[in-house]
């Protein structure tokens, strides 16, 4: 896809961060919005900025967990808009807590949203993006689908899924010389609300060394890249076809990481970890 004027985006937790920032960008190159977040008031603020750039836009209060809800809004977003040429399935949680006494409704609470949400969509949205003629999928993994990190087993398994699902889906469709494509994305540390929303676990501390208030504090030092660069990068990377998208040079450092030492990273993550816990007392 070369350009997106013309063209209808449907995206995920638009009412915040990485969402919002998409939303507005894609409304300045004249694409039309079929909006959706859990949260109304998030959702009414980024739909009022889009609006004032002259292309239509709807709202929808979704909650992606919810499969039947995503097959209703994308069946009535292609009937308000006339097609749908892409979807971003953004919406995301984070959860902090060690695996030893994690909560099973936490771990089932975030693979509900950062995975199922994602299959969801892609699936809901698929028959419409087909009849488009020019369809991408946009899946938001992280840089945590790449590596695994302590208090982040849950995180990671919800992204790392997300990454498995988009490259195969991928491979499916152009096999199948299919007109839609996707794009798996891994932002590296963003600054949204993601850490303020976050659930934290109390066992976090034995792992740790902090408390959530801490642990919060701790992860938001590492968000170094604007949510607007953010959704300039995963738009440059769809107008290319990428098949993944790296954001920030934390994401491109850590992903290089990866590559040279694809086990031998965890020992430095783990240092990594303690170090950060040690400067942080
Ligand atoms: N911020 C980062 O550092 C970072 C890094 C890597 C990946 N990501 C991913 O980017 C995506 C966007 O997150 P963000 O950083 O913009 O965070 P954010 O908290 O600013 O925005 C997330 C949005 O998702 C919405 N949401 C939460 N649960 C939902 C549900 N059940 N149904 C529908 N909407 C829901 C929220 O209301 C919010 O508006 C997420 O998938 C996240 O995992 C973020």
């Not at 950062?114 to 299959?119: A, K, L, S, T």
């Not at 850490?195 to 208030?213: T, V, Y």
């Not at 450092?253 to 783990?270: E, S």
Request: overall charge positive; charged content about 20%; proline content about 2%.
């Amino acid at each position: 896809m070369k350009s997106f004027q013309n063209k209808v985006a449907a995206i995920t937790g638009a009412g915040s961060g990485i969402g919002r920032a998409l939303a507005i960008n894609l409304a300045g190159q004249g694409c039309a919005l079929a909006l959706s977040d859990v949260n109304s008031a998030g959702l009414a603020e980024t739909a009022k900025a889009c609006e004032a750039k002259g292309v239509k836009v709807t709202q929808t209060k979704v909650d992606v967990a919810n499969r039947d809800a995503i097959y209703a809004w994308a069946e009535a977003s292609a009937k308000a808009h006339g097609q749908i040429n892409l979807v971003f399935n953004n919406a995301g949680v984070a959860l902090g807590a060690a695996v030893d006494g994690m909560k099973f409704e936490d771990f089932r609470w975030i693979m509900d949203i950062n995975f199922w949400g994602v299959v969801h969509g892609s699936q809901a949205f698929l028959p419409y993006l087909k009849a488009s003629g020019d369809g991408h999928i946009i899946n938001i993994s992280s840089i945590f689908g790449i590596i695994g990190v302590p208090s982040q087993s849950a995180y990671n398994a919800s992204k790392f899924a997300v990454r498995g699902f988009t490259e195969a889906l991928r491979i499916e469709l152009d096999m199948a010389k299919s007109p839609v494509s996707t794009t798996c994305v891994h932002p590296g540390g963003i600054k949204t609300n993601i850490a303020r929303a976050a659930r934290f676990d109390d066992n976090m501390k034995a792992l740790i060394g902090q408390e959530a208030e801490q642990g919060k504090a701790r992860f938001e030092k590492m968000f170094i890249t604007t949510p607007e660069t953010a959704a300039e990068t995963i738009l440059k990377g769809v107008r290319r076809n990428s098949r993944r998208v790296l954001i920030g040079p934390d994401a491109v450092a850590v992903d290089l990481m990866q590559r040279l030492l694809p086990t031998g990273y965890q020992k430095l993550v783990g240092l990594g970890t303690k170090l950060q816990m040690s400067k942080g007392k």
